[in-house]
């Protein structure tokens, strides 16, 4: 429990730093009236958008109203188009989520049994086949596998189309695109996690008393190895919502990813800012979440833990 | 434990020298790797001398030429081999000088970080107390924002331009190499060798730079040569959505958004600077294993 605890106090911290950290970098050009006004407004209209802004005050008052906000879920107003930011980013989110979610599916689905097929059947065929398949991956960046996937199947072929959002058919491209490293890093970590365990003593026990492979990998195998897993899978998922921009962006996938492009170039800051704070917080809980996840597969690290 | 190395070291010996006599020299390590050292080496000259290997101008424009197919001949006879960008640019070259900016930006991103984090790390073991616990608290802190989220934020403000991408790359990523500068100077500080000379007054600065430094060196190595790759991969995919490198100034990153536009009539502009990513990153991936397997076999492949 004093785990549970001292877990969720770390994430909070990390939470306030990462608010801390977004307002500083939003100051570091100093004066960001300066970037919002139009480039002919006189000295008085600058100082009225200061003040309506509340950027007349010392730094230090700023900083404090800034974290009230965001503690109570108020993210500001965009300054470009006039609504307030938690709307803007509600109209995108479920689109991000959708796409995150299938990319997810596919880096489960494909990514485990890869890295699996690797490590059993190391220096056969098989691993030959799988290990380039986690090179290509890790080396392929993601608009480039989408440039191809919309080369091969929405040009050549004319299977799925290449852009827009249009059912579950278009879900396809851009889920493998945003999938596509994330399977090769799984796979990856499946395949070392599970090498290592091969070699421990309870797997020949297991296998000198008959049990069959697919015993030994369900029951004792996957078991064993899953931490690594489940660390690498969370941290996967939380990318995946970081790294939609560019796949949302080869694709013109309106969510959240598309919705940060569009407003850097408008420079509309409490829309970015409130976009990357939110995806820095589900970074966050995720990670918090896959701690939480380590002790309840393996209590012994709970244990160990709490007594330290 | 002196006895104990000489064991590993006599045995670790004879594999050595039972697998040279047995493995043919097409399957040892060096023989691997060697295709990807040499694509590199390839890449490091192209950026050396770029003017070698292309023989138009990146940056001029020739709109009366604008998405000619590889092998276009120019009326002046001159060949366009991979042919020509929307605004009539040779893409070859701009292929051959987008190496250049690309490998200037990530070398200086990885140095700019590894320096900084090494440092902050060592200084985080060697000290712990408060300054340990600050620096590293502020690594944590990085590493739980999405890295490409934070490189556009700070972008965003600070303004794309070339010098700002290697400061956002260098400041973003320190934390990758403070971690293992820190855990390694943990490691070293209570060795014999550094007691010893605390032992015989040695200065705080001399016991760091003389004695934990060179320990840091090796894994800082392993990170770095990796870090490479992913700085090529982040400038470019910074420089996708227009966040990086400016135009005219050639990117593999920008070509590439452009070549999107163009995806369906001119599959000549996104493709070879993909392939060119693709290999240069893939190279130094397979590399910077080979480097962590020699270094450090106990991490084998993650």
């Known amino acids: 429990m004093l785990y549970v605890v001292q877990r969720i106090a770390q994430a909070l911290i990390s939470l306030l730093g990462v608010a801390t950290l977004i307002f500083f970098i939003l100051r570091l050009t100093g004066d960001p009236v300066l970037l919002m006004v139009p480039q002919d407004s006189t000295a008085e209209e600058i100082a009225v958008m200061r003040e309506a802004l509340g950027l007349d005050q010392p730094l230090g008052l700023q900083y404090v109203e800034y974290l009230g906000q965001i503690f109570t879920g108020d993210l500001g107003r965009s300054y470009i188009q006039n609504a307030p930011v938690s709307d803007l980013i509600m109209d995108r989110l479920p689109y991000t989520i959708d796409l995150a979610m299938a990319a997810f599916i596919l880096t489960v689905l494909i990514g485990i049994p890869i890295g699996m097929l690797a490590a059993l059947y190391k220096g056969t065929w098989v691993e030959r086949v799988c290990m380039p398949i986690i090179l290509i991956g890790q080396s392929m960046p993601a608009f480039w596998t989408g440039i191809l996937l919309i080369m091969l199947v929405s040009v050549q072929l004319k299977w799925l189309p290449s852009s827009g959002v249009d059912g579950l058919e278009s879900l396809i491209l851009p889920a493998i695109t945003l999938a596509s490293l994330s399977i090769a890093t799984v796979a990856r970590m499946t395949r070392s996690s599970i090498l290592e365990q091969l070699g421990q003593d309870y797997v020949r026990t297991a296998r000198s008393k008959g049990a069959s492979t697919m015993r030994i990998l369900f029951r004792h195998l996957l078991r064993n190895s899953s931490i690594p897993i489940i660390t690498v899978l969370g941290l996967e998922f939380a990318n995946l919502l970081g790294g939609s921009v560019i796949t949302e962006t080869i694709f013109a996938w309106p969510g959240l990813g598309q919705l940060t492009i569009q407003s850097i170039s408008a420079r509309d800051f409490p829309v970015i800012q409130a976009v990357v704070l939110l995806g820095a917080s589900f970074y966050i809980i995720v990670n918090l979440l896959t701690d939480l996840i380590y002790g309840w597969v393996d209590p012994r690290i709970k244990l160990r833990r709490d007594a330290s | ?302």
């Open chain 2, 1 to 302: 434990m002196s006895q104990g190395t000489t064991t590993e070291e006599l045995s670790s010996l004879a594999t050595v020298t039972s697998s040279k006599l047995r493995t043919p020299p097409w399957k040892r390590r060096w023989f691997v790797i060697l295709p990807f050292l040499l694509i590199l080496l390839l890449f490091v000259i192209i950026s050396i001398a770029p003017g070698l290997f292309a023989k138009h101008d990146p940056i001029y424009t020739e709109l009366g030429q604008r998405l000619q197919p590889p092998g276009f001949v120019d009326p002046n006879g001159l060949t366009y081999i991979w042919g020509t960008d929307d605004l009539g640019r040779d893409i070859f070259s701009r292929v051959i000088h987008g190496a250049r900016v690309s490998l200037i930006v990530a070398v200086s991103a990885v140095l700019v970080s590894g320096i900084l984090g090494g440092i902050l790390g060592m200084l985080a073991g060697f000290y712990r107390g408060v300054i340990g616990t600050v620096i590293m608290r502020l690594a944590d802190i990085l590493l739980s924002i999405p890295f490409l989220l934070l490189a556009i934020l700070t972008v965003a403000v600070l303004g794309p331009d070339l010098i700002n991408l290697v400061i956002v790359l260098g400041i973003v990523r320190w934390p990758r190499y403070a971690r293992v500068a820190y855990s390694a100077t943990l490691a070293t500080v209570n060795r014999d060798f550094v007691k010893a000379s605390e032992a015989l007054g040695a200065r705080s600065g001399r016991l760091l730079f003389r004695h934990i430094l060179p320990e840091l060196i090796p894994p800082l190595l392993v990170v770095a040569t990796l870090e490479v790759g992913l700085m090529i991969l982040f400038e470019a995919s910074l420089s996708f959505i227009g966040l990086g490198v400016q135009p005219p100034d050639p990117s593999w990153g920008s070509m590439m958004a452009t070549g999107r536009n163009y995806v369906a009539s001119a599959w000549w502009i996104a493709t070879f600077p993909g392939i060119a990513i693709f290999l240069i990153v893939l190279s130094i991936n397979m590399i910077g294993d080979d480097v962590r397997d020699r270094l450090d076999p106990k991490n084998k492949r993650r």
